[in-house]
């Protein structure tokens, strides 16, 4: 049974947030209002048919914006004592768990690589929002803290 004391290595990971509700709104709100007066402009000139995509041109605006916010709420939760790693992922709060003894690390070199935690034929990709230097340097810290709890 770990202590409070035995924890190595605790780290949350996080998307960068996207720009607030309002921000969003108003980007949103203006990109619609220039669609509007094309769409208006090809409505006096009879053709009509292209109004219907400028509509659809926000909405799929719109559907990506809430979509990047729904992305941001996500994260990833690793926590190392000397007897376990656990990866807590939410939303859904999945839970993985290894012995930090036989965990590897594993990264490749390239900037779109996978941070890729191995163990007893068990893969765990984490941290794919990050970018690739915070990725690396997740992947360093956490080796270090693994080669501490194999001590």
Excluded: C
């Amino acid at each position: 049974m770990d202590r409070p004391g035995d924890i190595l290595f605790d780290r949350v990971l996080r998307p960068n947030p996207p720009l607030g509700p309002r921000p969003l709104g108003i980007i949103l709100g203006v990109i619609a209002a220039i669609n509007l007066i094309f769409a208006l402009m090809f409505l006096l000139r009879g053709a009509w048919p292209i109004a219907p995509f400028l509509g659809a041109d926000v909405a799929l605006l719109a559907w990506a914006f809430r979509s990047s916010v729904a992305a941001s709420r996500r994260e990833e939760q690793l926590t190392l004592t000397p007897s376990r790693l656990v990866i807590v992922r939410r939303p859904g709060a999945d839970e993985i768990t290894f012995n930090p003894y036989w965990v590897r690390v594993e990264m490749e070199d390239s900037p779109q690589s996978r941070l890729t935690l191995w163990s007893h034929g068990r893969s765990v990709a984490i941290g794919s929002f990050l970018s690739g230097d915070d990725r690396a340097a997740l992947a360093r810290a956490l080796f270090k803290a693994l080669n501490r709890a194999k001590r």
